[in-house]
């Protein structure tokens, strides 16, 4: 059994990427695992993998590099006796380090285990705020990789990706560097799917670090029911920008350099909508799913970002969707809620 870590900070490019490359091995008779850690998730990108045709499973608790070590054991032990693929990919928190997951990992005694290259993607937008606001994070999770990827060259200039490869050729002068778009399947997308067929590096073990500490991130998500089955997709969508536009604000008041996530998704009638944002400079991304009819609406939220509050993310977040919603006269249900380092894995049968 293969493992592929793919890492890189929130809002790298991580669950796209795995989607391809999953998709890619899948089609070449692989049979493929997915497990996905996302800090504070309830189900946003879970969501979309359900939609991408992907069976998931949640766990709840902590960190895979940190309190979720047995949970992590518990998951590879059962994919390797009851699902038995030929690759499991891991995408990590973003505030996780790679290196220290792989050596956990390594630690299991998992029968037949091997690891391809350790992945760590770069947002090549928004690279100078990265390093700006958390220089020691981001210089670790550059160290930790075997293949650095600048992810999102569609939306950065030629500019920001040459400072960023310099940037990353002084980090990490034994890393293999490419420069690709996963959104669009662009550039050295390609030759990163046939790298991730090699073995990766052996080193020896890191010091540990608290990466969550080290990552100045603040986090929270919720969870509502809609309470009506007449919300069209039109006003949904107006609610959902209205909602990110609103929060993007105030944080830029408390932070105007922010970086992280921020992530509104919506269960609306035959529609999926999910609506992210990386950082105080990026334009919102929209995604739009047709679905079969749902039971009951919700609306599920997420902000991670870096040097705010914590009090102030979770104020900001959960007053700004109830206040959004009660302006339209539209009820919400208070369903579930994490925050901090409250995590979710999703275990994944890939048939995409």
Same mark, same amino acid.
């Not at 914590?310 to 959004?324: M, P, Y």
């Given at each position: 059994?293969?493992?592929?870590?793919?890492?890189?900070?929130?809002?790298?490019?991580?669950?796209?990427?795995?989607?391809?490359?999953?998709?890619?091995?899948?089609?070449?008779?692989?049979?493929?695992?997915?497990?996905?850690?996302?800090?504070?998730?309830?189900?946003?990108?879970?969501?979309?993998?359900?939609?991408?045709?992907?069976?998931?499973?949640?766990?709840?608790?902590?960190?895979?590099?940190?309190?979720?070590?047995?949970?992590? @054991?518990?998951?590879?032990? %059962?994919? !390797?006796? &009851? +699902?038995?693929?030929? $690759?499991?990919?891991? =995408?990590?928190?973003?505030?996780?380090?790679?290196?220290?997951?792989?050596?956990?990992?390594?630690?299991?005694?998992?029968?037949?285990?091997?690891?391809?290259?350790?992945?760590?993607?770069?947002?090549?937008?928004?690279?100078?705020?990265?390093?700006?606001?958390?220089?020691?994070?981001?210089?670790?999770?550059?160290?930790?990789?075997?293949?650095?990827?600048?992810?999102?060259?569609?939306?950065?200039?030629?500019?920001?990706?040459?400072?960023?490869?310099?940037?990353?050729?002084?980090?990490?002068?034994?890393?293999?560097?490419?420069?690709?778009?996963?959104?669009?399947?662009?550039?050295?997308?390609?030759?990163?799917?046939?790298?991730?067929?090699?073995?990766?590096?052996?080193?020896?073990?890191?010091?540990?670090?608290?990466?969550?500490? @080290?990552?100045?991130?603040? %986090?929270? !998500?919720? &969870? +509502?029911?809609?309470? $009506?089955?007449?919300? =069209?997709?039109?006003?949904?969508?107006?609610?959902?920008?209205?909602?990110?536009?609103?929060?993007?604000?105030?944080?830029?008041?408390?932070?105007?350099?922010?970086?992280?996530?921020?992530?509104?998704?919506?269960?609306?009638?035959?529609?999926?909508?999910?609506?992210?944002?990386?950082?105080?400079?990026?334009?919102?991304?929209?995604?739009?799913?047709?679905?079969?009819?749902?039971?009951?609406?919700?609306?599920?939220?997420?902000?991670?970002?870096?040097?705010?509050?914590?009090?102030?993310?979770?104020?900001?977040?959960?007053?700004?969707?109830?206040?959004?919603?009660?302006?339209?006269?539209?009820?919400?249900?208070?369903?579930?809620?994490?925050?901090?380092?409250?995590?979710?894995?999703?275990?994944?049968?890939?048939?995409?």
């Amino acid at each position: 059994m293969k493992v592929i870590i793919i890492g890189g900070f929130l809002g790298s490019g991580k669950t796209t990427t795995l989607l391809k490359v999953g998709k890619y091995l899948n089609d070449k008779g692989e049979k493929i695992a997915i497990i996905v850690n996302e800090i504070g998730e309830i189900g946003v990108d879970g969501t979309t993998l359900d939609i991408e045709g992907v069976e998931t499973r949640e766990i709840t608790n902590g960190c895979i590099c940190c309190t979720l070590k047995i949970d992590m @054991e518990q998951a590879l032990d %059962s994919l !390797a006796e &009851e +699902y038995r693929p030929d $690759t499991v990919i891991i =995408e990590p928190t973003g505030v996780a380090f790679p290196r220290q997951i792989k050596e956990e990992i390594e630690l299991m005694k998992i029968a037949d285990m091997e690891f391809s290259p350790i992945i760590n993607l770069i947002d090549g937008s928004r690279f100078d705020l990265e390093i700006e606001q958390i220089p020691k994070f981001i210089k670790t999770q550059i160290e930790d990789a075997d293949i650095l990827g600048i992810n999102k060259i569609d939306v950065a200039t030629d500019e920001q990706v040459s400072k960023v490869k310099a940037l990353l050729q002084h980090y990490n002068t034994d890393a293999k560097i490419l420069e690709f778009s996963a959104k669009e399947n662009a550039g050295n997308f390609e030759e990163l799917i046939e790298t991730i067929s090699g073995e990766g590096k052996q080193r020896d073990h890191s010091v540990k670090q608290n990466s969550i500490a @080290e990552s100045n991130v603040s %986090s929270h !998500a919720i &969870e +509502y029911a809609i309470e $009506t089955n007449d919300l =069209e997709f039109k006003k949904g969508h107006e609610l959902a920008n209205d909602i990110v536009d609103s929060i993007l604000s105030q944080f830029i008041q408390l932070n105007p350099d922010f970086i992280g996530h921020i992530k509104i998704s919506m269960d609306l009638p035959e529609t999926f909508l999910k609506i992210s944002l990386t950082s105080s400079t990026n334009k919102p991304e929209i995604e739009i799913f047709e679905r079969e009819n749902v039971a009951k609406p919700k609306v599920r939220a997420l902000a991670a970002v870096t040097n705010i509050r914590q009090d102030e993310v979770v104020k900001i977040l959960e007053n700004t969707i109830e206040e959004t919603f009660n302006e339209t006269g539209i009820t919400l249900q208070r369903i579930q809620q994490h925050t901090d380092t409250k995590n979710i894995i999703n275990l994944c049968d890939i048939s995409i």
